[in-house]
């Protein structure tokens, strides 16, 4: 599988808008890879590119499945870059935990409620770093 430039280009720049500057380099190193390739040339550029669901909208399905993985480290990758895009407030943050305990279970919520607190704790710290 092989993407051409302007498609790998327009993912990387999605990915930064997703994640938040910067992000994509994490990937560059494996642009020949054909799992790669799918996920920054067809998931980026174009399914999370695409204005049929806002990036919100796309966010909190992730998050909601997420959730279901009970893992924090991946749900603070989300919800750092909601922070950075300013798509959630606080409030909605502190309520997603409280409204996915019905749905993801307590262990599964827990983990979520640990992934949103690391992501307002690393947005103060960018915040105090910028001063």
């Given amino acids: 599988m092989s993407i051409d430039e302007a498609q790998w280009q327009k993912g990387l ?4 808008k997703v994640y938040g500057p910067g992000s994509s380099e994490m990937t560059r190193p494996y642009r020949d890879s054909s799992f790669n390739q799918e996920i920054v040339g067809n998931q980026f550029a ?7 669901l806002s990036m919100r909208e796309k966010r909190l399905m992730v998050l909601g499945a997420t959730a279901m ?3 924090p480290d991946l749900v603070e990758i989300q919800m750092n870059g909601a ?3 300013g798509e959630l407030t ?3 943050l502190d309520f997603i935990p409280l409204f996915m305990l019905f749905y993801a279970g307590a262990g599964n919520t827990t983990a979520l409620f640990r992934g949103i607190e690391a992501a307002k704790a690393r947005r ?3 915040s105090a770093a910028a001063g």
Avoid: H, P, Q, T
């Fill in 124 to 126: 103060k710290e960018r």
């Fill in 46 to 52: 174009n399914l999370w590119a695409s204005d049929i």
């Fill in 83 to 85: 922070l950075i895009n």
């Fill in 69 to 71: 993985l009970g893992r």
């Fill in 90 to 92: 606080d409030e909605e």
């Fill in 13 to 16: 720049e999605v990915f930064d």
